[in-house]
């Protein structure tokens, strides 16, 4: 066959070549679940009674083992606040990281109004007090707003895992309680014991005030539907105050931060289930007796946390305000300080569960 013949079919050849090739590619991304254009991120799906909206991880920093090693991390001070229930974590995390980056220099700031938590925190964040924020609940449609009638966007980076801890007397001699059974006593439809198989004792419920944080926000919301507390309900300024009352009465309750209960050896933490008699232990089984507690503490189930079968576990979370200013860059610093592998490490020894 001559050269001239062949120059058509040889072109005609490359052209059904290339359009196979790019039919191809085109089937398996259209088909595929792997998306090219987010390769790089990491989706968290939250557990049952976290937020209910996935938020992607900081990207560029998922392969960071070390604080040394992030980053982009701003010089300054930076202010930050929020959550009581990211005591462990400011006690713990934050203080190595200032050992790593001393460039960094962080400053907790309560308030100027109201009490410390998640809520005023985040109010601090919008109002331009602080950088970022720390929180223990999901932000709300109406911060959302605010934020967007100040002209930027509020962002919740997920970076430990913790859960809520359910503290009675050590005395009580009661298996577990469901969750709709924790709202019969919170909205005094359940004032005995004996009507959730205990002993004939009445119920003390203490918790703190809705304005105090997170916490108590997340329990009204998840747990109460939205209704309000029960006139049975004391209310407290601190948990420390709550388990002191909880230790010394042997019909009361408190929920909080399931770091602040589960290693206590004057309270116990009780189980919880979805239905009657299926009970999780928010610690690792077998149960340390008071008696013992002070030479070896209860820990976290942090297997039941992670899985979500334990019925109260949520997300902490950084709040980062999307200016594209220093703040920004703080809070997206101090997020991805968190998720290197020293981080999450250092989060697991303050108690809570870590993210990735």
């Known amino acids: 066959m001559s050269q001239k013949n062949e120059t058509p079919i040889l072109v005609i050849s490359l052209i059904a070549t290339v359009a196979l090739i790019g039919g191809g590619f085109w089937w398996f991304s259209k088909n595929s679940s792997f998306n ?68 960094f220099r962080l400053r907790y700031v309560e308030p100027t109004q109201g ?27 109406g911060e959302l707003n605010r934020a967007k009638e100040r002209g930027f966007i509020l962002q919740q980076i997920p970076v430990a895992i913790d859960g809520l801890a359910v503290a009675v007397n050590p005395n009580l001699d009661i298996p577990g309680i469901t969750i709709e059974q924790l709202k ?48 049975k309900v004391e209310f407290v300024s ?60 209860n820990k976290l189930n942090i297997e039941a946390f992670q899985s979500g079968k334990y019925p109260l576990t949520r997300n902490l979370f950084v709040v980062v305000k999307q200016n594209g200013q220093r703040e920004e860059q703080a809070g997206i610093a101090y997020s991805n300080l968190l998720l290197t592998q020293q981080g999450q490490e250092l989060i697991t020894q303050a108690g809570f569960v870590k993210i990735r």
């Open 184 to 231: 019969g006593i919170y909205t005094g439809k359940i004032t005995n014991w004996n009507q959730v198989g205990g002993s004939n004792i009445p119920i003390k419920p203490y918790s703190r005030r809705v304005s105090d944080g997170g916490t108590v926000e997340l329990f009204i919301q998840d747990i109460l539907g939205g209704e309000v507390f029960s006139s």
């Open 238 to 297: 601190t948990t420390t105050q709550a388990l002191q009352k909880v230790a010394s009465s042997p019909g009361s309750i408190y929920f909080a931060s399931a770091p602040e209960v589960v290693p206590q050896c004057s309270v116990k933490p009780l189980p919880l289930g979805r239905t009657q008699g299926q009970y999780i232990a928010p610690y690792q089984e077998p149960f340390v007796l008071p008696s013992e507690c002070l030479s070896k503490r």
């Open 36 to 103: 090219f254009n987010q390769s790089g991120q990491t989706q968290i799906t939250n557990n049952p009674s976290a937020n209910k909206t996935n938020t992607p991880l900081p990207t560029g920093e998922t392969n960071t083992n070390t604080f040394t090693n992030v980053s982009k991390v701003p010089t300054g001070i930076f202010n930050y606040g929020g959550s009581t229930s990211w005591a462990p974590l400011r006690l713990t995390v934050d203080s190595a990281i200032q050992a790593a980056r001393p460039e």
């Open 115 to 141: 009490t410390p938590g998640s809520s005023t925190g985040i109010q601090s964040l919008i109002e331009g007090k602080i950088d970022f924020a720390q929180s223990s609940r999901p932000l709300l449609d």
